[in-house]
């Protein structure tokens, strides 16, 4: 179960002294406007750019009629949520935003099982791009099959395209009808003709959606290339309830004796900090009680923090899981991680908790970005799930930290650079977790001191990135804390 750190509860409690529109007794009964008094007064308290949005300051409304009447304004929570988050767009001409990941829910139990990886889902996990420059059609491809799904059992695989589902061209305004509200669904595949255009192939493949619960670790393997037994570990999701599962696979990696470890996230769009600090610790082992990363929240709560909270902050290497199992770790002082424009949050913390430390090579692409978290706020008075209201299950999951890591950098939002860049495409895709693959095999070249595979050039341009099956959920980019660590 989700839940929120001992020190924003700590906060929250002592920092329950609004004006009076904090009191959902003072609103009027209607349920929206509770769902609304809620939004506001949690945005207010723990939204990190709460001081940057005049909406949320704390002498906005001069009496709780000016209150209420702002509330009555909005009759769907979640423009109201929407319109108070730091989105600046005059600033930003090109369309971007401050505040790209806050989100809102209207029932909680859905959020809880996303945050932990499990989803309705036909087991693809894809991504769509624009057919061509200028168009609206999209096409979409495979990037990996999730185990024990329908997809699973039936006639696709990574690398297979599709541009129809249930016969409909795939466009800008109805992917999401078509791949998201449909419980089953049928894709019309294609392929690339001799010239690079896409065309449909004649196959088609019929999938249900059932709920899935995904094992980050898609792929845990050994290979051998001249005196170097190099470790590959493929893991897609920082899911705190497969932090055991993740301690085994590296419990395997350490008794083959690997030399060296590629760990691959180019997929992994983030998760639990907690989770991150594990799998650094696996990775390292030799940083026991150093800082790893530590978080900033808004200047309301940091006002509230003192000396002994300061620490609840840090997130420190250590050697035991959360259940107080030894860890088993691999002393490495160089690690090589794969990345692409779809790695984000809990990844990139890796990446930059990381590098104070050992030597980190980054292979493929730049990163998303995400140098910022959240936690689930609940309607209760603690804003845990304590007490809470049982009148509607609405959740936000709003931005509420920035984190840094041990030498107290942070900055990279425009995304973390790789070492040695390589774009992944998906005509030359190759089978993961296989030495000839691209992105491995570059990564596998930088170990051995050996020639990489020649990547064949694809005829044209990329196809112009449109949106991937983890960024079409809400929680695909998540960094969000739960239950503390224990040294």
């Keep these: 179960m989700k839940k929120v750190s001992r020190i924003l509860v700590l906060m929250f409690l002592?920092?329950?002294?609004?004006?009076?529109?904090?009191?959902?007794?003072?609103?009027?009964?209607?349920?929206?406007?509770?769902?609304?008094?809620?939004?506001?007064?949690?945005?207010?308290?723990?939204?990190?750019?709460?001081?940057?949005?005049?909406?949320?300051?704390?002498?906005?409304?001069?009496?709780?009629?000016?209150?209420?009447?702002?509330?009555?304004?909005?009759?769907?929570?979640?423009?109201?949520?929407?319109?108070?988050?730091?989105?600046?767009?005059?600033?930003?001409?090109?369309?971007?935003?401050?505040?790209?990941?806050?989100w809102i829910v209207d029932d909680y139990s859905v959020l809880e099982q996303e945050l932990n990886g499990i989803t309705k889902n036909s087991g693809i996990d894809f991504r769509l791009s624009y057919i061509e420059e200028g168009s609206d059609n999209l096409v979409g491809y495979v990037r990996y099959i999730i185990p024990n799904s329908d997809a699973s059992k039936k006639d696709i695989k990574r690398g297979d395209l599709f541009t129809k589902v249930n016969g409909i061209q795939l466009t800008v305004s109805n992917y999401q009808k078509l791949l998201l509200d449909s419980d089953s669904y049928t894709l019309s595949l294609a392929g690339f003709n001799d010239s690079g255009a896409i065309v449909l192939n004649g196959k088609s493949v019929s999938l249900?959606?059932?709920?899935?619960?995904?094992?980050?670790?898609?792929?845990?393997?050994?290979?051998?290339?001249?005196?170097?037994?190099?470790?590959?570990?493929?893991?897609?999701?920082?899911?705190?309830?497969?932090?055991?599962?993740?301690?085994?696979?590296?419990?395997?990696?350490?008794?083959?004796?690997?030399?060296?470890?590629?760990?691959?996230?180019?997929?992994?769009?983030?998760?639990?900090?907690?989770?991150?600090?594990?799998?650094?610790?696996?990775?390292?082992?030799?940083?026991?009680?150093?800082?790893?990363?530590?978080?900033?929240?808004?200047?309301?709560?940091?006002?509230?923090?003192?000396?002994?909270?300061?620490?609840?902050?840090?997130e420190r290497f250590t050697n035991k899981t959360n259940s107080g199992a030894a860890l088993n770790s691999l002393n490495l002082n160089t690690i090589y991680i794969i990345t692409t424009d779809n790695t984000a949050s809990a990844s990139e913390l890796i990446i930059n908790g990381l590098k104070p430390y050992v030597n980190v090579i980054q292979i493929g692409e730049t990163t998303v970005g995400k140098n910022v978290g959240s936690n689930t706020i609940y309607d209760s008075p603690s804003f845990s799930k304590a007490k809470i209201n049982p009148t509607h299950k609405y959740a936000m999951q709003p931005l509420t930290f920035k984190i840094t890591n041990a030498d107290n950098f942070g900055d990279y939002t425009a995304g973390l650079a790789p070492t040695f860049a390589q774009e992944e495409r998906v005509r030359t895709y190759g089978v993961l977790g296989d030495p000839s693959e691209p992105l491995l095999n570059l990564a596998i070249s930088r170990i051995t001191g050996s020639a990489s595979k020649r990547v064949q050039s694809e005829k044209g341009p990329a196809l112009p990135y449109f949106a991937d099956s983890k960024s079409m959920r809400r929680f695909g980019r998540e960094m969000y804390i739960d239950s503390p660590l224990k040294n």
């Design 14 to 102: 002592t920092a329950f002294s609004l004006q009076s529109c904090e009191d959902s007794d003072d609103i009027a009964s209607p349920k929206d406007l509770q769902i609304n008094n809620f939004i506001w007064r949690g945005l207010n308290e723990v939204y990190l750019w709460q001081a940057d949005v005049p909406n949320l300051a704390d002498n906005r409304f001069a009496s709780q009629e000016d209150f209420n009447a702002f509330l009555k304004g909005y009759s769907k929570p979640e423009d109201l949520f929407q319109d108070l988050l730091n989105k600046p767009e005059s600033k930003y001409p090109n369309g971007g935003a401050i505040d790209r990941f806050s």
């Design 208 to 314: 249900t959606k059932t709920t899935l619960e995904e094992n980050p670790i898609l792929i845990n393997k050994v290979i051998s290339s001249g005196n170097h037994s190099i470790g590959y570990l493929m893991y897609n999701g920082f899911y705190n309830e497969y932090d055991d599962a993740l301690n085994q696979a590296f419990s395997q990696l350490k008794t083959s004796g690997i030399t060296d470890l590629v760990l691959d996230l180019r997929y992994n769009g983030g998760g639990d900090v907690h989770s991150s600090t594990l799998l650094a610790s696996m990775i390292t082992g030799q940083f026991k009680g150093q800082v790893f990363s530590q978080r900033q929240y808004n200047p309301k709560q940091m006002a509230l923090i003192n000396e002994e909270d300061l620490e609840s902050l840090k």
